[in-house]
Every structure is written in structure tokens, then in C-alpha cells.
């Protein structure tokens, strides 16, 4: 549906702005009832999932059947997309009103928005794949949006070429899979590839197609090593950030592991196998990691970029020991409560007039006071307040399924720690952002027009109310995506976790208010530790890592192909050329010099010839005389002598 | 009398005409080359009639005769052909005959 949105959008031109902005939202409500449409007979059936499977066309004698699927996963997925999706157009609506490139950005929006789906609702690796690449397309669109800025334009190249390497494992992933199971069906009655018939044939490597698949994931959701896009992403427009990189695209990689689940789970021993470990150290790594940077990062955009990065390491974590639902439900949250502090920022970034970097804001408490309040929920729920702030109960689960991973408890205590940063960066930004003093431009901050604050609302209260579905004692959502039955248990509702959690989170934010209460221009921490600071602000030099090697690899390659091309293929091609020339050379010679030369030769022997003959033609009576005499002589002579 | 002897004097008589044929001026000079040509070739018919087998016909006398008139025939066409060039070219210098010189 919001295709089509996108392809009214640009048929309308540039200048119809109201018009692409309504088509564009009215795409995204469509969309929204469509989803709540599909969502409510999943709700009455436990275990649901509907297929529709149809032939794309046929090689031979061999059909490619690509198909739409909707199951419990599929339509939670699809109510958040359609859901953050239409709040944060509006928000945009606000925000780029001074943009001269409105309806294409709403285009753009629009695509994406549709390819998201697209990924959401394919039955077959194949749609999903195409859905994926467009989904990358789209943000490459829509990272470089702003066309004049070389950073930009920079920074959608590396978001895409990242991308593209993850990418790359994954179509090989997809191919080691159909050249084993035959299809790529998710579910065809008994013969899709994720169904237990075709999962046994793929045998031993089973391993190396999941981690193949994973790295599509890796680097769609910017898992360590291929995190590198995501922060240079910030470059375009917030919403963008907002729609791609908290809500929708970076999730689709967790989505994909989600998905082809039964790959990775296939021969688990305790709920254990290689492909899994393999997704939980790397999420704990990118946890880990991303946080410990995020608590040194400047701009306001990038905390929350590297805050992102962070959480989707805890969701992979997840996902690796066992919780899956967990993790979708994290997934789910982490979708409202990411893109409304995105939008806050982009409510913040506006209101100053585009400055993004935090040192030079302060008391803005007072000045944007629906931001704040919006902007401290978003925060309070990423950092794990418990009770009544949605992104608690969900770290809750997945800690609780870490701390029982049979593998290792190392992971469990690493997320602790990543649970502690994530509440210290958070209050960190806080306090900078909206309490102290002004510093800076700050004070003449002022709040945005109501297209921009009704959104941040809409999903403050939805970041809350979401915490009502996922309390543990009414296990209600986990059981909708599990397809268990669920009972209402009022004892689950205090938990030892829940003490542990709260704990690490009130700890996480007394640090940070202490230390960054009296914040200056220089972070404290800059000031006591300046080369752990250093380190962490400079993304601990992975960036520079990857130029010096990995992209001077490139660029050397692409050096000595030039080289080649232009010395060795071009001269063999130069030299055919020549050889050809030569050719002509000694033709035309030969033409000239043998055939020409020889022709007037006879010419010439011929006129001779005439010359001389003309001579006896002299036409004197006597010489014709004379001449018959000799020969009568002649003649008599030669009758003498044969006699 | 042997026969050989008429067939020198033949022979010679042929050469003479023939060389005034050959190297005078005159158009009518050659017509007179001609006819002595024409007069060797009767002498050397009758000598070989008289010194050859006997026949009661008059061989070479009739050819003689013939001979003797096509010549005079010719020697007549040969004249009026140098009355008819005179009456053009105003000579009868062959050596300025040569309109066909090619």
C-alpha cells in the first residue's frame, strides 16, 4: 500500500507539498487498519499462521513460488511498523516544513514504509530478500537526503556498502539453503524450508546457512563488526533516524533471526547450539561495546544512535539463548520508546534551530516542557524503570533467560553491566539536554507546533501503556507469539529480577546524576579521565581501523584495475587496432606500387609498341612495294628449302 | 640454247623492274617497273612450254596471251589511277603520297 503512496508522491511533482504529505499519511493509516485487520484473527487462534503461496514465474520446468504469510510475529510486527510509521510522519510533517524537497522526503517515507511491510510479510527468502534490498534502498535514499551535504552523501554510501556486506553473506546463505531444502518457502504445508522435512535434509550445514543468514542480520542491524554505518546515519533527517534506525529497519534484523528461527535451533542440545553461541557473543559484544562508547558521544543524536546499537545486541543476546519471544517483545517496545526519544531530539534539534551538539544546550526543562516530559518517559523505559515503563519488563525477561543459559554465565553479567551504562548515558544526555543551565544558544529554545509535540505524546503514552502487556504475570504477549496458553499469576509480579533490575537502573541513574549535575562545556569525565574519554569518543577507533585496512584494500585494487585497464586491455586493444592499420598499410602498397605500376608498364609497352608498328604504316607506295617483295623472296626461299 | 639461260635472263629482267618499281619517283616510272615484271614472268611461261614435254597444245602461248592482255588492262587502270591523283594532288611524286600514313 504505501508503494503506491510512493509512486503518487513523486507523479505529483514537487511543489503539490500538502498533497504528498496527506497521501503519504493517509498511505500509513491504511496501512494501520489493514494491520489491525490481519491482527485481530490472530488473537483468536493460538498457534495461527495463514499462507498464501503463488508461482512467480517458471524456469523450465521448475516453478519459483514466492508466497505472503501471516502469523503472530508477522502482525505485532506489522501493527508497530504501521503504528510509529503514520506518528512519525506526522512528526515530519512539522519538521521538514521548511524543506524544500517535502514531497520527496514524504516519497521517500512512503517506499520504505512499504518494503518494511514487504520484509514483514514474506513467506519465502526470496521476497524477503527483495523486500531487504529495497529496504536498504530506501534508506540510502533517505540517509543522503539532503543532497548538498558531502557528509551526507558519505554517510548513505557507507550505510548502504555496510549493509551490502552483510548482504552478501546472506544471499550465499540463501543459496547453500535452496541448493539443500529445494525451497525457499518459509511454510508450504509440510514442504517449506523452515518445516521439519526440509530442515532434515539440510543436515550438517545447517550451521553454516544460519550463520550465513545471520550476517544479513549483522549488518542490517549493525551488529559488531559491520556497526559502523549506524552513527554516521544520524546525517539525515531525524525522523529518518527515528523511522530507520529505531524502529523498523535496524529491527528487521532481528526479525530475520526471529524468523528463521528453526534454522538456527535445529539439533540443540539444552536449547545450545554452535549458530546460537555464535549470536549471543556478538550481541553481547555490540551491547557491551556501544554502550561503553555512548557514554562519551557529544551529539545528541549519536547517543541515541549508539543507545540503539546497544539494545539491538541485547535483542540478539536474546534471541541466541532461547527467548525468543523476549526478544520480540523488547523489539516491539524498543520500537515505541526509541522513536519517540528520537523525535524528542528532533523536537529539540528544531526548537534550537538545528544544533545537535549537547554541550551547547542546557535548561531546557523549562523552555520545552512537553519534550521533556515525553523525552524523560523515553527515557526512564530505556533505561528499565520497572513497573510502569514498557522497556523494564522486557530487559527483565531477557536477563532472565540469560541467567539460565547453560553455555555460560559470562553474557548475564556483561548485560548487567550494559544495563548500568544504558541507564548512565541516558541520564547523562538528560541532565546536559534539559537541566542545568543554559549554555550556549539554549535560551532562546522554544517548543515546536503541535504536529510535532501530538506524535511525541501519542507514543509517551503508548511507551506506558505497553508496559501493561508485558508484565510477566499475565504473560499474555509472550504466549500470542509462542502460541502457549497463558494464565494470570499475580506472584510473578514481584520477582527477585525485578529488585536486581531496579537496583542497576536506580544505580545507573544516581551516577549519572551525581557526577553530571554541574556539567560544563567539558564533560567531567573528560576531565578526570582524558584517555578512556578519548578512546570512547573516537568509537574506539573501529572507523579507522576499517579505512586504513579494509577500505585502503579497495582503493588499492581499484588502482591496479584502473592501471590495467588502461595500460594492459587498452593497449591490446590499441595493438589489434594497429595490426588492422598495418594491413591497410600493405594493401593499399601493394595497390599502389604492383598493381598500379604494372598497369602502366603495359600501357606503356603497348604504346611503344603502337609507335613503332605506326612506323611501317608509312604510307609510301614504294615501301608497301618493297615490303611484298621481301616477302615473296621469303617465301620462295622457304619453298627452296623444303624441297 | 638450254632452258637455263632463258631462266636467267628472266630472272634478271624480274630483278630490274623490280628495282625501278621500287626506287623511282615517278608514278608512271613504277607502272613501267610493273610491266617489266610482268614481261619476265611471259618469258619465263614460254621457256618452260618450249623445254618441257611435248604436248600438241599451245600451253604457254595461251597464258603468254592472257598474261600479255590482263597486263595491258592493268597498265590502263595504273594510268588513269595517276591522271586521277595528279588531278588532286598536283604530282606524281609518290614520296609526297602518304595520306595514309598512320
Known sequence: MPIIGALLILGFGKHARLTAALVAVLGQIVALTMSICAFVPTLHVHGFRSVQNFTWFTFGDQPLRIGFMLDPLAAAMMLMITFVGLWIFVFSIGYMAEDKNFSRFFAYLSFFSGAMLGVVVANSLLLLFVSWELVGLASYLLIGFWIDRPSAAAAAKKAFITTRVGDMGFFLGILCLYHHAGTLLFYDGGRGCLEPAALSTIGSSVTLVALLIFCGAVGKSGQFPLHVWLPDAMEGPTPVSALIHAATMVAAGVFLVARVYPIFSVGAINGVTSSLAVVVWIGVITGLMAALIAVAQSDIKRILAYSTVSQLGLMMVSLGVGGVAAGIMHLLAHGFFKALLFLGAGSVIHGLHHEQDIRKMGGLRKLMPVTFATYAIGMMALSGVPFFFSGAWTKEEILHATSHWPSSHVPYYLLLLGVILTALYMTRQVMYVFFGNSRGHASEAHEGPSVMTIPLIVLAICAVAFSVFLTPAWPWLESYLTGHTAEFDSHLLIQPMVFVSLVLAGAGIAIGVWFYRRAGEVDPLQQKQPAVFRFLENKMWIDEIYGRTIIALAALAARVSDWMDRYIWDGLVRGIGRVGQLFGAITAGTDEGVINAGVDETTDGARGFGRVMSRLHSGQIQIYLGAVALGMLALLLFYAWLI | ?102
Open chain 2, 1 to 102: 640454247m638450254t632452258l637455263s639461260i632463258f631462266l636467267i635472263v628472266s630472272a634478271a629482267l624480274f630483278c630490274v623492274g623490280l628495282l625501278a618499281a621500287l626506287s623511282r619517283r615517278h608514278a608512271i616510272f613504277i607502272l613501267i617497273g610493273i610491266e617489266m615484271m610482268l614481261a619476265a614472268a611471259n618469258l619465263n611461261f614460254i621457256a618452260f612450254w618450249r623445254f618441257g614435254p611435248q604436248s600438241p597444245y599451245p600451253t604457254g602461248v595461251m597464258v603468254a596471251i592472257f598474261s600479255i592482255a590482263i597486263a595491258a588492262a592493268e597498265a590502263a587502270v595504273g594510268l588513269a589511277m595517276v591522271i586521277a591523283i595528279y588531278r588532286h594532288f598536283r604530282t606524281t611524286n609518290v614520296d609526297q603520297l602518304n595520306r595514309l600514313k598512320g
